[in-house]
């Protein structure tokens, strides 16, 4: 498989953290601040809790400042709002993230509107959503913010080109549309979902293929049109008895299939997944120079 064709989402998301890690130490050392990152870990999700890990791990690597509150999968949302204010009120930390989802009993959006907009480094607060959708500064979400960083650093072509996106989730559909609809990206953009009516109709037209459907394989060559760049956001997990674990990671999209076919597509694993983690890390730097200007 040529390279020229594979979004490598590894080498790209550590030359990233390379970056900040050298902005970094020169923030430490010039005034004397360390990058704060604090997490809230609500009971005991596997994929939650390895998240933290991987998160907490790259704050280690970075020279950054974390601490992660856990609590019981019981604990009330009083208890969530506690910690919330608390880090809101900590000068030493910059961002603020609570590892979704969340019980149910706890309700999802109070949780998000109780985080300073000024540390949401999720990128999931109102005031970061709307003011993303009117073109103001604001923290991106970590994932479409990471989709946008690997176009650009695989010098894919955006202006004026059709990009179609499949999901309108809040966490990657919605805010990927408008990243892609920025003056610096310049793209015409489409949002298909699960009553479009005829999804290849649409994506035998598109440049560019986002796919954040939840659905293993969902894109298949016959639905893409020659020379696309295909962005596959989808992670699953499929049978298979090879594998010591019983099961495979796939996409959304049928990489062996659209493989030949597009121009350039990034894989799974080893696509948006690392991207994620280092534009959590990209944000959270960013709060701690004060660099977006509310």
Same mark, same amino acid.
């Given at each position: 498989?040529?390279?020229n064709?594979?979004?490598?989402?590894?080498?790209i998301?550590?030359q990233?953290?390379?970056?900040?890690?050298l902005?970094t130490?020169?923030?430490?050392?010039?005034?004397?601040i360390?990058?704060?990152l604090?997490?809230?870990?609500?009971?005991e999700?596997?994929a939650?809790?390895?998240?933290?890990?991987s998160?907490?791990?790259?704050?280690?690597e970075?020279?950054?400042y974390?601490? #992660?509150?856990?609590?019981?999968e019981?604990?009330?949302?009083?208890e969530?709002l506690f910690?919330?204010?608390k880090?809101n009120?900590n000068?030493?930390?910059?961002?603020?993230?609570v590892q979704?989802?969340?019980?149910?009993h706890?309700?999802?959006f109070?949780i998000?509107?109780?985080?300073d907009?000024?540390?949401?480094?999720?990128?999931?607060?109102?005031?970061?959503?709307g003011r993303?959708?009117i073109?103001k500064?604001?923290?991106?979400p970590c994932?479409?913010?990471?989709?946008?960083?690997?176009?650009?650093?695989?010098?894919?072509e955006?202006k004026?080109?059709n990009?179609v996106v499949?999901?309108?989730?809040?966490?990657?559909?919605?805010?990927v549309?408008?990243?892609?609809?920025?003056?610096?990206i310049?793209?015409?953009?489409?949002?298909c979902?699960?009553f479009?009516?005829?999804?290849?109709?649409?994506?035998?037209?598109?440049?560019i293929?986002?796919?954040a459907?939840?659905?293993p394989?969902?894109?298949?060559a016959?639905?893409?049109?020659?020379?696309c760049?295909?962005?596959d956001?989808?992670i699953?997990?499929?049978?298979?008895n090879?594998?010591?674990t019983?099961?495979?990671t796939?996409?959304?999209v049928?990489?062996?299939g659209?493989?030949?076919?597009c121009?350039k597509?990034?894989?799974?694993?080893?696509?948006?997944?690392?991207?994620?983690?280092?534009m959590?890390?990209?944000? #959270?730097?960013k709060?701690?120079?004060?660099?977006i200007?509310?």
């Amino acid at each position: 498989m040529s390279n020229n064709k594979i979004i490598d989402g590894k080498s790209i998301s550590a030359q990233i953290k390379d970056e900040i890690k050298l902005e970094t130490q020169k923030l430490t050392e010039t005034q004397g601040i360390i990058p704060g990152l604090a997490f809230i870990l609500v009971g005991e999700n596997p994929a939650s809790q390895m998240y933290v890990r991987s998160k907490g791990k790259a704050c280690e690597e970075l020279g950054f400042y974390s601490i #992660t509150e856990r609590l019981d999968e019981n604990a009330p949302e009083e208890e969530v709002l506690f910690f919330i204010k608390k880090f809101n009120q900590n000068n030493k930390i910059h961002g603020i993230l609570v590892q979704l989802p969340l019980p149910s009993h706890i309700n999802e959006f109070k949780i998000i509107e109780a985080i300073d907009f000024r540390k949401d480094v999720d990128g999931f607060h109102p005031q970061n959503a709307g003011r993303l959708l009117i073109g103001k500064d604001c923290f991106y979400p970590c994932t479409p913010y990471g989709i946008v960083e690997l176009l650009k650093r695989s010098g894919v072509e955006t202006k004026g080109k059709n990009a179609v996106v499949i999901g309108r989730s809040n966490i990657v559909g919605k805010p990927v549309a408008n990243l892609l609809l920025k003056k610096d990206i310049n793209c015409t953009v489409s949002v298909c979902h699960s009553f479009t009516k005829d999804i290849k109709e649409h994506t035998l037209n598109a440049d560019i293929l986002i796919v954040a459907i939840g659905k293993p394989n969902f894109l298949t060559a016959d639905m893409i049109k020659e020379g696309c760049t295909i962005i596959d956001v989808g992670i699953n997990r499929i049978p298979d008895n090879t594998k010591k674990t019983g099961y495979r990671t796939v996409g959304d999209v049928d990489f062996e299939g659209c493989y030949e076919k597009c121009g350039k597509i990034s894989p799974v694993p080893g696509g948006v997944g690392p991207m994620t983690i280092a534009m959590l890390m990209n944000n #959270t730097l960013k709060s701690a120079k004060g660099e977006i200007q509310f």
